[in-house]
């Protein structure tokens, strides 16, 4: 029987994860080193498993409130006022997710209407685009590019905004590019954003891991908190992707709609993870903080790498990713990172697998281990130079 | 060059050093961008400021394997005018069976960790060398019966399988 038949025409239509044939490739290999992981290779800090066992041994094995403990809604108030500038009441203007990936998907789903459009800045996480699919919106990417650093500038959003512009999504600093903007600069993406009349929803994930400058929150400017949804979560900094927990915060009314969805499908984020939340919140920030400075000294690394061996890299200033130019091997993006893997053995993620303007680069996650970083760079030297040769 | 102790930690290659990864001097001097020779001379710098006191392997032996029996003791000391607890600290510090001195507030003065090949040579330690001298007021000995954690490794505990996915988002 042709089951197909039975799926949605939208989903039908979408496209496969350019991350995932990748790994399927990946996955077959031995002996790979990969820059390919999207996560810390940090292991969770102890302290923060400690108090998940904890909780476990006492108990906590119920449903929460739908928007989540209140203890960990208060200490994700004091947090983001301490770091952020920005203040939420607890009781109704946080609510406590499964990661941001689900944050973005009930806040796509509570405020996209059918063929509303969302601007979003490309290269970017994988499932932006996607995920304003599903919604029945319609994706408007706004190219970044590597002589601004990757940066997004009010001037590309201006080029690409169109009438019927609702949302403005933004990844700051970003996946996969390690872009990032300066406060000047989001300044004048909220001015764009104030006279387009748009509502911002800012993925905020990588904002511990800004390395010079400092992180500035679109959010904490003056008259921006009325109108973004302010996400965030554990993963990234905190070295917690497997537990699945992260918060969106935001006016109490869309924070209301975005819990409607929420509790009809998710109910609540798992207890335990909320536990190991409040931890991470209230003594995680020396762990944090080491390991912030571990991927500074590695990013410094593998870009300085990088330029020696002739692929060009912008400075991320923030995140654990390197964003290479290859097109100077005469090879595209794909080509290359499957050439690679073959010839060397080093998996780095083709830049398209994160849109279209992600063409002729190719991401390279440097949360991994110096020597195995070490090793990766003078196979991708070794690799560089045989194609050249070649030529 | 001298260090306080905040220029000390902001330097580099004691970054590296303290962040535990075992690199090898070819191995930082890339990480750093510095020439091999440059980390040599660096560390043999460290060592002449004193900073860098030397290195020691962290073995995990089973304990009949290690042939070596360590206790703690707790020491009483009187102080001396002018010296305090130094002169005697020291002088305790010294001899080859003491691997750590510390000068702890609380009950008593000296916590000194000690080794030896056997029960009897350590405590014939105690007994002989280090409650005689004049100035030790009283020792109280703890042997070690099994070790869980040393110097920020845990023993017993096997690494973790990587699962970890090979290309994630």
Same mark, same amino acid.
């Given at each position: 029987m042709d089951t197909n038949r039975f799926i949605a025409r939208h989903v039908i239509d979408l496209p496969k994860s350019g991350i995932r044939d990748f790994f399927e490739v990946v996955s077959k290999m031995q002996d790979v080193i990969s820059l390919g992981i999207g996560e810390p290779d940090f292991d969770t800090p102890w302290h923060i498993r400690e108090a998940a066992i904890y909780a476990l041994e006492k108990g906590k094995t119920h449903y929460t409130s739908n928007l989540g403990l209140i203890e960990l809604r208060r200490a994700i108030n004091r947090y983001v006022e301490k770091n952020f500038g920005i203040s939420y009441r607890p009781e109704d203007e946080i609510l406590v997710t499964v990661g941001v990936s689900e944050?973005?998907?009930?806040?796509? $789903?509570?405020?996209?209407n059918p063929g509303d459009k969302v601007m979003f800045h490309q290269p970017c996480y994988v499932s932006y685009h996607p995920s304003i699919t599903l919604t029945h919106g319609m994706a408007v990417p706004v190219p970044t590019y590597a002589k601004d650093n990757f940066a997004l500038t009010a001037g590309a959003l201006r080029a690409a905004w169109q009438p019927g512009c609702k949302l403005l999504m933004l990844n700051l600093p970003c996946n996969p590019t390690g872009g990032t903007c300066d406060r000047k600069q989001i300044e004048a993406i909220a001015k764009f954003a104030v006279e387009k009349d748009l509502l911002v929803l800012s993925d905020e994930i990588y904002s511990?891991? %800004?390395?010079?400058?400092?992180?500035?929150?679109i959010a904490g400017l003056p008259g921006m908190?009325?109108? %973004?949804?302010?996400?965030?979560g554990f993963s990234k900094a905190f070295a917690m992707t497997g537990w699945r927990i992260g918060y969106a915060c935001g006016p109490a009314t869309l924070v209301e709609a975005m819990m409607k969805v929420h509790q009809y499908s998710m109910m609540c984020a798992s207890i335990i993870s909320q536990e190991g939340a409040i931890e991470a919140l209230v003594r995680g920030e020396d762990a944090m903080k080491a390991m912030r400075e571990q991927y500074q000294r590695r990013r410094d690394f593998i870009v300085r790498r990088f330029n020696e061996i002739g692929l060009k890299c912008h400075l991320p200033r923030g995140s654990f990713y390197a964003f290479p130019d290859v097109s100077k091997t005469g090879l595209n993006e794909k080509d290359f990172a499957l050439g690679l893997l073959q010839a060397e053995k080093v998996a780095m993620v083709p830049g398209t697998a994160f849109g279209e303007n992600g063409a002729g680069f190719c991401?390279?996650?440097?949360? %991994?281990?110096?020597?195995?970083?070490?090793?990766?760079?003078? $196979?991708?030297? $070794?690799?560089?130079?045989k194609l050249a040769a070649k030529r | 060059m001298d260090f306080c102790e905040t220029d000390a930690l902001m330097n580099p290659l004691i970054k590296l050093l303290l962040?535990?990864?075992?690199?090898?001097?070819?191995?930082?001097?890339?990480?750093? +961008?510095? %020439?091999?020779?440059?980390?040599? $001379?660096?560390?043999?710098?460290?060592?002449?400021?004193?900073?860098?006191?030397?290195?020691?392997?962290?073995? +995990?032996?089973?304990?009949?394997?290690?042939?070596?029996?360590?206790?703690v003791i707790e020491v009483k000391i009187t102080p001396e005018r002018g010296g305090g607890f130094n002169r005697l600290a020291e002088r305790i510090s010294r001899f080859d069976e003491v691997e750590s001195c510390y000068l702890m507030s609380g009950g008593y003065d000296l916590l000194v960790f000690v080794n030896g090949s056997s029960l009897q040579k350590v405590a014939g330690f105690v007994s002989e060398k280090l409650s005689t001298i004049e100035g030790v007021l009283s020792t109280a000995t703890h042997f070690l019966l099994r070790t869980y954690k040393e110097q920020g490794f845990l023993l017993d505990v096997k690494a973790a399988e990587n699962d970890r996915l090979k290309v994630a988002p």
């Open positions: 944050a973005l998907d009930i806040a796509f $789903r509570a405020l996209v511990e891991l %800004t390395f010079e400058g400092g992180h500035v929150s908190k009325e109108r %973004t949804v302010f996400l965030h991401r390279a996650c440097f949360a %991994t281990g110096y020597d195995q970083l070490i090793e990766a760079a003078d $196979r991708i030297e $070794r690799h560089v130079q | 962040e535990g990864g075992g690199l090898s001097t070819a191995q930082m001097a890339q990480v750093l +961008n510095l %020439t091999e020779a440059e980390v040599n $001379r660096q560390l043999d710098q460290f060592k002449k400021d004193r900073l860098l006191l030397g290195w020691r392997p962290v073995l +995990n032996l089973a304990e009949e394997d290690a042939g070596v029996v360590r206790a």
